[in-house]
């Protein structure tokens, strides 16, 4: 039986995760759960599953949460705000934390939890895009495992079991191409949001929706690769691969090429991450390649997907600015959802922003240097978003 607490409960993560948890009662038990504001979901999942603590980050919403579970007995700890999920993040004796919590806000909680002697399954990529020159000597100090539990990190992960040291060569990072991967680029001038949370192939939050569209969650994704497996960027390639049956691929030095396949199912990562180094059998619906069909391959599109290339170049500058880059598009994001910029508007904004950042940039950052740059970018992109004139138009990739 292990342990785990849950961060981000009521997203597409921790509902997936909890999925397993209710499958599996005889391998998994929640001791903790933290989630964002609704109450509704948190309230049935604490009934549920019962753990020993449970936070919400709408402080405000804490009084209704108490209302909602007020017969449950035994009643758990209760808390909210930032304070209260990263006391959930450090409680009690579970053995690993699933961090679901959509972008940088789930850094801090991951120290804590770090901190505490806690095993990360990894789902929250942004965490460590931003934080990895803080979140990695930690893991280290601490002696914790940090497992990645998205799916094209979990296959690297995977296909690198067995491969001894200095064997790995390149790493290759599927993308599905997101909702315009069909699109010509002269028409993604007119893009509304419903078009962009129309993803062809994964069911995920909006924000990781936007950021495929984009094609800025490959980027991120890079990102997190090289500090995950110590790649050069110059090593890790991303190819457009619509059925999302290949998860991504691993090259050895002998050019001999491995990969995880399955459906575009995200349980498996988290069930990986969860019971590693384990393997439990489930009675999900295996891989039948006949009825995958083709399996095709594409070079991704720089014209289309200009927040690649901001993404690589803000990772070979290192230092805090993927921080920068990361607050910045999660920025953005939120104003395009909020139809307050447009689709193309979300890469100029970024851009504009990690250059205005290039003098300032910290090689060596603190926490406290990671955390005044996620601030200093989300602050400048409202700036910018302010002053753009709303004439959509392609950036040209130098």
């Not at 050895?252 to 969860?274: C, E, F, I, K, N």
């Not at 720089?302 to 901001?310: A, D, F, Q, S, V």
Request: proline share 5%; charged share 20%; with cysteine.
């Amino acid at each position: 039986m292990k342990k785990i607490t849950l961060l981000g409960s009521t997203g597409s993560i921790g509902t997936q995760t909890l999925d397993i948890v209710a499958q599996y009662p005889d391998q998994f038990q929640i001791v903790g759960l933290a989630a964002g504001n609704n109450v509704e979901m948190l309230a049935a999942q604490i009934r549920q599953f019962q753990p020993s603590i449970a936070a919400i980050r709408s402080e405000e919403k804490l009084p209704a949460l108490k209302a909602a579970i007020s017969d449950v007995n035994p009643q758990p700890i209760l808390l909210a705000g930032e304070a209260g999920i990263i006391e959930v993040a450090r409680y009690g004796d579970s053995e690993s934390v699933v961090t679901g919590i959509v972008g940088c806000a789930g850094l801090l909680p991951t120290i804590a939890a770090i901190k505490a002697g806690k095993n990360i399954a990894l789902a929250n990529k942004e965490t460590l895009i931003a934080g990895a020159p803080v979140v990695l000597p930690l893991v280290e100090e601490y002696g914790v495992k940090l497992l990645p539990a998205d799916s094209e990190h979990s296959a690297i992960f995977q296909c690198l079991q067995g491969v001894p040291e200095g064997g790995l060569r390149k790493i290759i990072l599927t993308a599905s191409g997101g909702s315009f991967r069909d699109w010509d680029v002269e028409k993604l001038a007119n893009v509304t949001v419903a078009d962009a949370l129309k993803h062809p192939n994964w069911s995920m939050g909006k924000k990781i929706t936007i950021d495929s569209a984009t094609l800025m969650n490959k980027g991120l994704e890079v990102i997190e690769a090289h500090y995950l497996f110590g790649m050069d960027y110059e090593n890790i390639d991303i190819v457009i691969h619509p059925q999302s049956i290949i998860h991504s691929l691993i090259e050895l030095q002998d050019t001999s090429v491995l990969a995880q396949l399955g459906w575009a199912d995200m349980r498996l990562p988290l069930l990986y991450a969860m019971s590693y180094p384990e393997r439990i059998h489930t009675d999900w619906k295996p891989l039948d390649l006949v009825k995958a069909g083709n399996l095709t391959f594409r070079e991704p599109d720089h014209e289309k997907y200009p927040c690649m290339r901001l993404a690589y170049a803000a990772g070979k500058a290192g230092g805090s600015m993927p921080a920068v880059l990361n607050a910045a598009n999660e920025q953005a994001v939120a104003l395009f959802l909020d139809e307050k910029i447009s689709f193309l508007d979300i890469p100029r904004c970024i851009e504009t922003v990690c250059d205005r950042y290039q003098t300032q940039n910290n090689t060596n950052p603190s926490l406290d240097d990671i955390l005044t740059a996620d601030t200093w970018a989300r602050e400048e992109i409202l700036a910018t978003s302010e002053k753009l004139e709303h004439q959509p138009q392609i950036i040209s990739v130098g």
